[in-house]
Structures are given as C-alpha cells and as structure tokens.
C-alpha cells in the first residue's frame, strides 16, 4: 500500500473518504480476486460511518483518476484495482509494514532532473513522485535520500514514465560540512516529529484500551483501517534515515513500534470481519 494514491487536497469534501476506500481495497480486495461488490464496499464503508452517498462519490472519483475499474462478478457489480495500482500497492507493502531502515554504510541517491518548459506537467510529476518517495531536497533541482531507496526509486520512475528526464547518482557525503545540521535543512524533521505526534497521541489509548478490555472483529475494523489510513503517509515522509542522523529520542521509532504492536493485535479481527460482509454479499 501506499501514499501516492491519496486523495488530492482539492478533491472537495469527501475527499477524506477516497484513501479509507484505498485502504480497504488494498486489505482486502486484493485476497478475494481483486474485487469487492458495490453492497460489499458500501456496507465496510458505512462500518467506518461513511453514508452511501459519500461512498459513491468517493468511488467515482476514484474510478476517474484510474484507481478503481468497474467489474461484474456473476451477475453483481463491483470494482477491482487497476493493474498498475496493484503494482504500486505491492511496493507499498513493504515500506509500510517492513521499514527498513537505512545506516550510514547504505550512502546516498542524488536526483538531479531536467524538464523542458515545455512539459512542466511532468516538473510536478517528478517533484510529487520524489515527494512520495522520501526525498528531501538538498539544493534547487537536487533530490537526495538514504542510498537503500535506490533500487525502488528507479523502479518507481521507470513505472511512471518519467525516467528519460532524470539522472540518478549513489555515493557516499564527502565533504563539508555537518551531515546531521544538513539532514535538518534538506528534510522538515519538524513536520515529521509533530506527525508521529499525532499518531501516537490518538493511538496509544487505543492500544491500552484494546489490550484492557480487547475488541470485537467489527470495532477492529473500525480501529484499524483509519489508523492503517494514517500510518500509510508516513514512511514515505519519513525516509528512513540513520539513527545518527536524527535528534535524540526521535518519536517515529516509537511510532513505527505503536503501528507494529497495533498491526499485529488488529489486524486479524479485523480481516474477519471485513471478509464476514464480502462473503455475505456473493
């Protein structure tokens, strides 16, 4: 799963909506046949407390960008993810619930992309895309990330079509400067810190509270696919960087251990009841 497919931010007022739907689909769709029915999403949705109006109007906006495609499954309607959506979501995976981590050892990959004016569209594609991947930016027109990124950045512009304007260098920082002091002004650690904030303010009681008194499958649906939701931005905010290049205590180690115990105390219940209203609706 990943954050590239989120709603963008002048979508209108249900916009909210389109990356739960996005979440869904990627938990469960993709086990059932790549197809969920139109009853099936409307039901997990209004789960969620999202009304079938706002449902429909998410999934249509959805099916225009390319995300979702209208598929019958003997006699009943429904969506599946597009091709190229399955591929991104499967990348996505592993940033979000692997994470690996970078070290100082891994280096650095330097993009540097030259668009004619010409195709400005695809200067916004490229900036979104280095975005989503974790980029910071070290100078204008200079992208830079942990060198471990390497291999799913080429992947990912080569996907994307945007290959042909880039250039892409690893190596290691040789000079000058304090490489910590750098790292704060190519990335806004300030933005990420209030972000894993956040996350772990509304979900640490959420974990106590589940641990005091546990969760039915359908209150573990409804806890895990809005936090799952959250969570899935993050690690492409946050590029993974070595420990020592980050500030004392950084909270997204103790964010990404919330996320891990969460993840593995939910997310059954919820799958069960999430494919409990699938199967009930063939």
Excluded at 7 to 12: F, Q
Excluded at 52 to 65: D, E
Excluded at 111 to 128: A, W
Excluded at 259 to 276: I, K, P, V, W, Y
Aim: hydrophobic residues 40%.
């Amino acid at each position: 799963m990943t954050a590239g497919l989120a709603e963008s931010p002048g979508a209108g007022r249900d916009a909210r909506h389109g990356p739960l739907i996005i979440t869904t689909f990627g938990l469960y769709a993709r086990g059932e046949e790549n197809w969920l029915s139109v009853a099936s999403v409307v039901r997990l949705m209004g789960d969620l407390g999202v009304e079938p109006p706002a449902v429909r109007s998410s999934v249509s906006r959805l099916k225009r960008r390319g995300v979702l495609e209208s598929e019958r499954q003997a006699g009943a309607a429904g969506y599946s993810l597009a091709p190229s959506v399955l591929e991104t979501l499967a990348e996505g995976d592993v940033r979000i619930f692997e994470r690996v981590r970078a070290v100082a050892e891994d280096g650095w990959i330097v993009v540097i992309f030259s668009v004619p004016e010409s195709e400005r569209q695809k200067r916004h594609e490229l900036r979104t895309t280095l975005t989503q991947l974790g980029f910071g930016t070290a100078a204008p027109g200079v992208w830079v990330a942990p060198g471990n990124l390497a291999a799913e950045t080429r992947r990912t512009l080569e996907r994307r079509g945007l290959s042909a304007y880039v250039d892409l260098f690893t190596g290691e920082h040789y000079g000058f400067g304090d490489l910590r002091s750098k790292v704060r002004g190519w990335w806004d650690l300030d933005e990420l810190t209030e972000l894993y904030t956040d996350f772990l303010g509304r979900y640490r009681p959420v974990l106590d509270r589940a641990k005091a008194s546990g969760l039915s499958p359908l209150e573990a649906f409804q806890v895990y696919v809005p936090m799952l939701t959250q969570w899935r931005r993050l690690p492409y905010r946050d590029p993974g960087l070595p420990l020592s290049l980050l500030p004392p205590g950084w909270n997204g180690v103790s964010a990404g251990a919330l996320f891990d115990e969460l993840n593995a105390m939910l997310s059954t219940g919820a799958r069960e009841h999430a494919l409990a209203v699938i199967h009930s609706d063939r």
